[in-house]
């Protein structure tokens, strides 16, 4: 196997439009990357440039070491796995994983017991003379997984390979790739815009939006240390909860100020002195709080926090994801919640109105209000919460959790 | 619509009472739905009846539809492919004029043509009707490959690259097997326009030994002051014999091909 690396790559099309630009990564021999983002943030693009299929407007393709920017696919030694598998219709099994041999000109005879061992390998022995047409959604994605083992590449390359697939196949798929990458100490490059698959599956995560790398990482990495909105947005389901206010100087808790100028102090959180949200302190800023570290209690419970309604409930078995709109700071003292009501100014901010006064919480077990209940929702007894830059968006440090 | 059906086959009904006449008898009073006697041996007779024996001109017709259809369907592949897959400076100008062509009735190209074979000294043969067709021929052709081939997935070709297949690799072993059906479509409207040709063989083909069987008919049949009908009609019968064997085989793939081709209607 072989390391990938690519320094300032960039990817302009014929018609002006940049795909990729300044796109720095080292991917390590063995090692599982995944490229994460939205439709359209280049991934793909990124991913065809390792392939050979798109040309390198600048910038430089290192496999191995070697420069590949101008080598033709084949000679790159590498093997990709396509979105829609694109196997040769018209070829049995066999025949689809031996072709990429036989062009090669290996051996009959080789041939014919590496495409066994592959075909054992990945259990499909049984359909080796049937055509694509007549397999399963997982046995056609074995095929184009065995059509890439069978010439021992130095990378793999895999295009968003589980999206056609069910989403339990797809649970099955993403551990069968896991195991084999682990078993064959394979490089791998594989692309998807499903964080969970991101999550489950990487050693390393690029998250990736209008071209650009935002945040490379360990998918804990990424999860607990965001370096900015869009990644902390990004990573994570349902995605973060990001409010729009200010940070107040006060106590020794962090003490956010809606931009009416209630405010929530979040007792269990704290700000360093001297930190870069300490400088913050009395200026505009995001606040972001993951839905899962988040909790409800009836609007009758003593413990402060923020007043909402319950908007949405999504049972979901094991929890529930429960959409609120909120109407007000719950001080401890305050027995009536609701008495001045958040709204929120979106004036030079990118988020919704929306999205600022609704929040999405995970409540683990059984959800017991219903649409239109008042509740309480406080921050739980693991905190994470974030702060952002409003202009620059990136990570604010300086927090101090669980005192 | 079943007595606009009739009338479109009274023209062929009447071929086929013509056919099976005994020859001086075609126009006897009364007439007779079918002809009596039914004179079989017209089948027997008809290939040496004419001046010119029929199997001349049915070697002509056969290297002529051959030839023609090979090289029409080869060069619409070639062309249909790089119109589809390959990426070269003027292509999408060079698609237009292609189609644009579809407007240039045969009329207009046949005299520049026939002055450019007669030049190079082939025009009393049948050479000028099939080279044509060895550099691309009709651009319906090319059009139909054209959109045969976009309708299959890029990728497949990419998956071929990666496995270490060049461009003519890729046309060979991966778009051309799954061709198939289109190219049986494309190739049996091939045959029949040029098996029934005749207006090209009549510019080119002025010998006795080029004519093709159209032509021979027409020249054996009809030429003379003394047409004979019965004969005539069984010539055409047994020519359309080739043609529609062809279409009644393959049916079912000619449809297929007009359907994956995205040019079908439903």
């Known amino acids: 196997m072989a390391s990938v690396r690519l320094e300032s790559v960039r990817k302009e099309y014929e018609n002006g439009t940049i795909a990729v630009d300044d796109f720095n990564l080292s991917i390590n021999d063995g090692e599982l990357m995944i490229l994460v983002g939205p439709s359209g943030c280049g991934k793909s693009t990124v991913l065809r440039m390792i392939a050979g299929l798109e040309d390198i407007s600048a910038g430089t393709l290192l496999i191995d070491g070697k420069r590949m920017n101008d080598v033709s696919p084949v000679t790159r030694n590498i093997a990709m796995v396509f979105q829609n598998y694109a196997l040769y219709p018209h070829m049995t099994v066999r025949k689809n994983i031996e072709l990429s041999l036989k062009l090669r000109r290996i051996p009959k005879t080789d041939r014919k017991l590496r495409v066994e061992e592959t075909a054992a390998l990945l259990g499909l022995e049984d359909v080796l003379e049937s055509r694509p047409a007549q ?89 607990k240390n965001p370096k900015n909105v869009f990644v902390a947005d990004f990573i994570g389901s349902p995605s973060m909860n990001i409010l729009n206010g200010c940070l107040v100087a006060g106590s020794d808790a962090l003490q956010f100020a809606f931009v009416t100028g209630q405010i929530w102090e979040i007792r269990n959180v704290k700000i360093k002195k001297g930190s870069e949200a300490f400088d913050k302190i009395g200026g505009p800023i995001f606040l972001g709080i993951r839905p899962e570290h988040l909790a409800i209690e009836g609007a009758e419970s003593k413990i402060a926090g923020l007043s909402a309604v319950v908007k949405s409930v999504e049972p979901l078995g094991g929890e529930a994801i429960v959409l609120v709109e909120l109407i007000g700071v719950k001080d401890r003292a305050s027995s009536n919640p609701g008495e001045s009501e958040i709204s929120v100014d979106t004036h030079g901010s990118s988020f919704s109105d929306q999205k600022q006064t609704q929040i999405v919480v995970k409540v683990q077990g059984r959800f017991q209000f219903t649409v239109g209940d008042e509740v309480i929702v406080y921050l739980n007894d693991d905190p994470m919460v974030y702060l952002f830059d409003t202009e620059t968006q990136m990570t604010v440090t300086g927090i101090v959790e669980a005192l | 619509m079943t007595i606009i059906g009739m009338i479109m086959l009274l023209p062929i009904y009447y071929m086929i009472y013509l056919a099976f006449s005994k020859p001086g008898t075609e126009y006897a009073w009364p007439p007779t739905f079918i002809p009596r006697p039914i004179a079989w041996e017209n089948i027997r007779d008809v290939p040496n009846s004419g001046d010119v024996p029929l199997w001349g001109y049915l070697r002509n017709s056969i290297i002529y539809t051959s030839l023609a259809t090979l090289g029409c369907l080869i060069t619409q592949s070639l062309a249909g492919f790089a119109f589809a897959r390959l990426r070269f400076p003027g292509r999408n100008l060079l698609f237009g004029v292609t189609v644009a062509m579809l407007l240039m009735p045969f009329v207009v190209t046949m005299i520049p043509r026939f002055l450019l074979f007669n030049k190079i000294g082939l025009s009393d043969s049948i050479w000028p009707l099939i080279i044509p067709f060895w550099f691309g021929g009709s651009p319906y052709g090319i059009f139909l490959m054209r959109q045969f081939f976009l309708s299959i997935p890029p990728e497949i070709d990419e998956a071929a690259k990666i496995d270490g297949a060049n461009s003519w690799r890729i046309l060979w072993t991966i778009l051309l097997p799954q061709s198939v059906p289109v190219l049986v479509a494309l190739g049996t409207l091939h045959v029949a326009y040029f098996w029934n040709d005749l207006l090209g063989p009549l510019i080119y083909c002025q010998s006795q030994k080029w004519k093709t069987l159209p032509q021979g008919i027409i020249f054996n049949y009809q030429s003379n002051w003394n047409p004979q009908y019965a004969l005539f009609m069984m010539s055409a019968l047994l020519m359309l014999i080739p043609t529609a064997t062809l279409f009644l085989v393959l049916q079912r793939r000619f449809k297929q091909g007009f359907l994956f081709s995205g040019l079908g209607g439903r």
């Open chain 1, 135 to 223: 397999l399963s959604g997982g046995q056609r994605q074995r095929v184009a997984m065995s059509r890439a083992i069978v010439r021992d590449p130095s990378v793999f390359l895999l295009d968003e390979p589980l999206s056609n697939l069910d989403a339990k196949l797809r649970a099955q798929v993403r551990r069968d790739i896991s195991d084999l990458q682990k078993r064959l100490c394979a490089t791998m490059v594989f692309v998807t815009h499903d964080q969970i698959e991101a999550m489950t599956m990487a050693d390393r995560i690029v998250v990736m939006r209008d071209g650009q790398v935002q945040q490379v990482g360990t998918p804990n990495d990424l999860y």
